[in-house]
């Protein structure tokens, strides 16, 4: 399970310097993930690894919309300048949680299957680990951030989303509006650790 938690703190590690359109999804995963796992079994400490697969994946996700969606409606009431420290915080809480859990990769392998579009706005790429045992899937959403400039904004881990995850944790505390407190609960959150 551990190795699945570090299979989806990489997708998350993969936000925009360029535009990638709607055709360009899979082909982009799949050279993407096939170039993470050749990182993840070169040589190198975690921390190395960790940095070389941020450089390769942090352009495909919006870390921003991530952190908005993981706060619902609340997010909207934040200032400018709340709104810009939870968002680098909740981004550097996804990074951590993917540094965490390079030692428990062992030679598991990542397939890009195929997409779906469950909406004209929305794209799914579906993924498997291959385990020896068993495969476990892990899907990417994308949307269309600015029109055209396809990115991420949530992961599926064996069904259940990691946006949801943050949200489930955060629900008490957006209803009584203490930032703090949310802050203080990213800060200490395993959602995505164990």
């Known amino acids: 399970m551990k ?7 990489a997708a998350l ?4 310097t360029w535009a990638m359109g709607k055709n360009e999804i899979k082909p982009t995963m799949e050279r993407q993930v096939q ?3 050749s990182i993840l079994q070169g040589g190198g400490n975690s921390q190395s690894k960790a940095s070389q697969i941020f450089a390769l994946f942090d352009r495909y996700f919006d870390y921003r919309q991530m952190a908005a969606l993981s ?21 550097q809480k996804l990074k951590q949680n993917f ?3 390079l030692g428990y ?7 890009v299957q195929g997409i779906s579009e469950p909406q004209g706005n929305r794209v799914h ?16 959403k994308f949307f269309p951030r600015g029109g055209s400039d396809w990115v991420i904004y949530d992961v599926d881990v064996l069904g ?11 629900g008490s505390l957006t209803q009584g509006g203490d930032f703090g407190a949310i802050m203080q609960r990213l800060r200490t959150s395993k959602a995505i650790a164990d």
Do not use: H, R, W
Request: proline share 3%.
């Open 105 to 111: 990769y062992t030679d598991q392998t990542m397939i």
């Open 160 to 170: 259940v989303s990691i946006i949801q995850s943050y949200k489930s944790q955060f």
């Open 71 to 91: 706060l619902g409606n609340y997010y909207k009431t934040l200032t400018p300048a709340q709104q810009k420290e939870f968002s680098q915080l909740f981004e």
């Open 99 to 101: 540094i965490e859990k």
């Open 125 to 140: 790429v579906k993924t498997v680990v291959k385990g020896k045992d068993k495969d476990y899937p892990i899907n990417f």
């Open 13 to 16: 590690l993969v936000s925009a």
């Open 3 to 9: 190795i699945l938690k570090l299979f989806a703190c």
């Open 35 to 37: 170039s993470a796992i």
